[in-house]
């Protein structure tokens, strides 16, 4: 029914910029809180940021001051503008949306975008 879709992750030097996209669809009647989490290797997936319908974000202390998330209501979209990137920063991407449907309130997981950092 719903579908979230990252794109947007690749290969960046130390310092470059990558901006992450997630598109939900399907039957949507709205969407409440979107945002991102990420998983490296052997660690545990851990929240990066996260905005509500009435644009109140959070980041993880790790990225304030280098991301940016923000949301598109008219597309159903969340972005990730992610500067000044550190190879610590090398993970897996996921998008995460509460959405109301017709026949429930649930929580959706895209199936994640891969970020590298590395020169």
């Known amino acids: 029914q719903v579908q979230l879709v990252e794109s947007g992750g690749g290969l960046v030097q130390p310092g470059g910029s990558l901006r992450l996209s997630c598109a939900a669809s399907g039957s949507i009647l709205g969407i409440n809180a979107m945002g991102w989490y990420r998983q490296a290797p052997g660690k545990e997936r851990e929240s990066v940021a996260r905005i509500t319908s009435g644009l109140t974000t959070n980041y993880a202390d790790s990225v304030k001051g280098r991301f940016t998330i923000s949301r598109d209501n008219a597309k159903n979209t969340v972005y990730l503008q992610m500067n000044s990137l550190k190879p610590e920063d090398t993970a897996v991407y996921y998008c995460?949306?509460?959405?109301?449907?017709?026949?429930?309130?649930?929580?959706?997981w895209g199936q994640g975008t891969q970020v590298t950092v590395s020169s």
């Open positions: 995460n949306a509460q959405v109301l449907t017709m026949r429930k309130v649930g929580d959706y």
